[in-house]
């Protein structure tokens, strides 16, 4: 079993990596292979809406988003970490996942999910409560903690010093750890997969 966990700062080794790494090593404790991915510093494009992505399954953008879409079926769980910025996620992570979900929500179907977000002071829920939204929305169930998945830091060491954020990021991991192994057993005992209709869209239009 392998976790892929996003790091969407433009900090590699920041505050978002450091909730990252300890989310990864409790995963790691219970021989669950983990991926930290950096989304780096380059300006990311944004969703134009051109749907080319519904006909192909990649996006018109061919950079990290479909390189990332091109290995989603080697990852069983997505961790997605976000620096708090004006009290929502950063706008390069927000760029990314929202062309990597457009192009390829129907491959995360299943996958459990939890996003953790790092903050100096304030705004740490609102950008938790919107990265949850993809989950929520992809057929994702969402993995918990005994917190909202928060760290508050402006330096990594002080996310260190953070005793109960770090706590919260290892109880993630314990329960993402039991879950892929839940949803493991189900499947080799034979528990069916959930069956979806075929999708109605609804548009409100007066
Ligand atoms: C543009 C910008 C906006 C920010 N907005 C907030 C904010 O609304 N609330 C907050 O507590 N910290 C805010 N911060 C601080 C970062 O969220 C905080 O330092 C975070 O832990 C950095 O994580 P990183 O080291 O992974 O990049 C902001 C930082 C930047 C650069």
Redo the contacts with the bound molecule.
Sequence with gaps: MKVLLI?G???AK????TALNEVAGGLERHGIQTEILHIGTQPMAGCIACRRCRETGLCVYDDLVNATLGRIHDFDGLVIGS?????GP?GQLLSFLDRLFYAGSRHMAGKPGASVV???????TAAFDRLNKYFTIANMPVVPSRYWNQ??????EE?LQDAEGLQIMRTLAENMAWLLKCIEAGRQSGVPEPVYEPRVNTNFIR
């Design positions: 790091n700062s433009p900090h920041g505050c978002t990596y620096p708090v910025y004006y009290a950063n790092s903050c100096r002071r304030g705004g740490a760290v508050h830091g402006n330096q990594p996310v």
